[in-house]
């Protein structure tokens, strides 16, 4: 039987397809952030508003030194810049992670909050688990969240509300991208087909626990 669309979804993903999915007869779509091959559609949340988004509740919080934190990938670079270019009134320090191991989150945040002058007082992390390891980093190097340090996440995945303490971060909508990129597939790409592909980005939500606190 003969495959109607593909859904692929997760950012992680992208890497991983190949340059000419895009150039078939089957529809493909995509579910996540990133460069993508031509061709193929994607739903994605808007990076630039969730970012302000979370620059703007850091700002309201009195912080100007924000690390950006992150493993180095393609959606790590393009949030950064974006975050980058929305910070004008803010100073940025970037951390990049080798890798997301205990160790390697540990020694990149000892390293960064041993260099002075320039200490962040929150952390902006690329996404949820990366804010998680953070907080637990900050745990083992005897660092309160949030009184000493804010940290913020991107996605709400699952286990964002269930941290200690509990994780601000960037509510992903996630069931309207697949609705989106589902419809997409089932519905319109035949009727659009030769037409240029659906590139759309969905609006998050900033959603306030308890990581974040008053630049101390």
């Known amino acids: ?6 859904l692929c979804v997760g950012s992680g ?8 999915i895009g150039g078939h007869d089957i529809p493909v779509a995509h579910i996540g952030s990133g460069p993508l091959p031509k061709g193929v559609a994607q739903v994605s949340v808007d990076d630039r508003t969730g970012l302000s988004m979370a620059l703007d509740h ?7 030194t924000v690390a950006f934190l992150g493993e180095k990938h393609a959606v790590y670079e393009l949030r ?21 191991s205990a160790d390697t989150v540990q020694k990149t945040i000892s390293d960064m909050l041993e260099k002075g ?12 688990v990366t ?9 083992d190097l005897g660092i309160s969240v949030p009184s000493q340090i804010s940290v913020v996440g991107f996605d709400d995945i699952l286990f964002a509300r269930e941290s200690i303490p509990s994780l601000t971060t960037i ?22 087909k030769g037409s240029d ?11 306030v626990r308890e990581s974040c606190a008053a630049a101390s």
């Open 117 to 128: 002058d320039s200490q962040p007082t929150a952390i902006m992390a690329c996404d949820d």
């Open 1 to 6: 039987h003969r495959l109607d669309g593909i």
């Open 171 to 192: 509510r992903q909508p996630f069931v309207q991208m697949a609705n989106e990129a589902f419809e997409w597939l089932t519905v319109n790409a035949e009727k659009n």
């Open 58 to 64: 850091l700002r309201g919080l009195g912080h100007e």
């Open 80 to 100: 950064r810049r974006i975050f980058h270019e929305l910070a004008s009134d803010v100073r940025v320090c970037d951390a990049y992670l080798a890798d997301r």
């Open 197 to 207: 592909v659906l590139h759309m980005a969905v609006r998050p939500e900033l959603i």
């Open 131 to 139: 804010a998680l390891s953070a907080l637990r980093a900050l745990h």
């Open 13 to 20: 993903i992208v890497a991983s397809l190949p340059d000419d």
